[in-house]
């Protein structure tokens, strides 16, 4: 499995953007995709999921009602829409494909990973 992460960038405080996660290879061996964040200096930590069938979808309690993740089943993508950004999420944004059984909260559940795309709020 491939997975390319793209769209961060530079938002002012209350903007928003949209990241995506292309998928590609063996995609039938994928349980969910995930995103998770890394800040600097901070560990790395669970955004929010969607099982491959778009079915099901997890989130941090810190997302609350601002992000929003999506698929695309067509082009085996995955959307993070995020709203109301704050500066406190400054990270580095991964998308992963869960390929284990397990939480999919837990990073250890995931056997692939995107190169990462950096989002900076400026407040």
């Known amino acids: 499995v491939q997975l390319q992460a793209s769209g961060g960038g530079l938002v002012q405080a209350g903007g928003s953007l949209r990241l995506s996660c292309a998928a590609s290879g063996r995609t039938f061996d994928i349980y969910a995709i995930g995103w998770f964040r890394q800040a600097p200096g901070k560990e790395r930590e669970f955004v929010m999921s969607i099982s491959w069938n778009g079915g099901t979808t997890v989130y941090a309690d810190f997302v609350k009602s601002r992000f929003t993740i999506s698929k695309d089943n067509a082009k085996n993508t995955v959307y993070l829409q995020m709203n109301s950004l704050k500066p406190e999420d400054t990270a580095v944004y991964y998308c992963?494909?869960?390929?284990?059984?397990?939480?999919?909260?837990?990073?250890?559940?995931?056997?692939?990973w995107g190169q990462g795309t950096l989002v900076t709020v400026s407040s």
């Open positions: 992963a494909a869960q390929t284990y059984t397990g939480s999919p909260l837990l990073s250890e559940s995931y056997g692939y």
